[in-house]
């Protein structure tokens, strides 16, 4: 099992940035692929962006590719997203996401949920025009 817990969420005006973190905990020796993903009111949860740990291959999303940099400390079991130039549109719950099983790491097309068995519970960000 693998537990994930995300922070740094809040409040920012648009153009601004924020960072938030996944320590993950637990069978993380063999974690081989974290993402998070987020999920607006009255919208389904989507991919933002993933890493694999192993060949460190990323994913972004194409609506913030060049704002939003995923990056994982290994060592410390540790996830990033740095969210720069932060829009409105940017608001959602973000979640933190992660599996260590490879055949499943690999499933279907980067950026999918069904990558992901191990889930947070969830960290907002609200983004003010």
């Known amino acids: 099992e693998v537990q994930l817990v995300e922070s740094g969420g809040g409040s920012v005006q648009a153009g601004g940035s924020l960072g938030l973190s996944c320590a993950a905990s637990g069978f993380t020796s063999n974690i081989y692929c974290m993402g998070w993903f987020r999920q607006a009111p009255g919208k389904k949860r989507g991919g933002v962006a993933t890493i694999n740990t192993g060949s460190g291959s990323t994913y972004y999303a194409d609506s913030v590719k060049g704002r939003f940099t995923i990056s994982k400390v290994n060592a410390k079991n540790i996830l990033y997203l740095q969210m720069s130039s932060l829009k409105p549109e940017d608001t959602a719950m973000y979640y933190c996401?992660?599996?260590?099983?490879?055949?499943?790491?690999?499933?279907?097309?980067?950026?999918?949920?069904?990558?992901?068995?191990?889930w947070g519970q969830g960290t907002q960000v609200t983004v003010s025009s």
């Open positions: 996401a992660a599996d260590y099983r490879v055949e499943r790491c690999l499933r279907g097309r980067p950026g999918e949920e069904r990558r992901f068995g191990y």
